[in-house]
């Protein structure tokens, strides 16, 4: 099991920028695609961006492309997203996650069932 630490939200104004990382734990992060997910007040857990295991593939959500950037170091064990021109909407708890498949050949998913390690999440709030 891979131990996920998010870190990097906080408060926001509409139109500004926060990065969060997520640091995992374990020998065999560079070999699995990593996504984020976001969970909105009374809303259910939706898709936000993931990169596959090697860094060569991304994928994100429409409504989060062109602005969302999602990048990892496996150097470093960690994968980050970087948000821009936020909005209110964006106004969510995110969290990193792994992938179940040892090196998917697809490169990404955006299916939550198909990731098996979580972490505790961290509260994004963008003020309009």
């Known amino acids: 099991q891979v131990q996920l630490v998010e870190s990097g939200g906080g408060l926001v104004q509409a139109g500004g920028s926060l990065r969060l990382s997520c640091a995992a734990s374990?020998?065999?992060?560079?070999?699995?695609?990593m996504g984020w997910f976001r969970q909105a007040p009374g809303k259910g857990r939706e898709f936000v961006a993931a990169i596959s295991w090697s860094g060569g593939i991304t994928s994100y959500a429409d409504s989060v492309k062109g602005r969302f950037t999602i990048s990892r170091d496996n150097a470093k064990n960690t994968v980050y997203l970087q948000m821009n021109s936020l909005n209110p909407e964006d106004t969510a708890v995110y969290y990193c996650?792994?992938?179940?498949?040892?090196?998917?050949?697809?490169?990404?998913?955006?299916?939550?069932?198909?990731?098996?390690?979580w972490g505790q999440g961290t509260q994004v709030t963008v003020s309009s």
């Open positions: 374990g020998r065999t992060f560079s070999a699995y695609t």
């Open positions: 996650a792994k992938d179940r498949v040892f090196r998917r050949l697809a490169g990404t998913t955006s299916n939550e069932k198909e990731y098996d390690d």
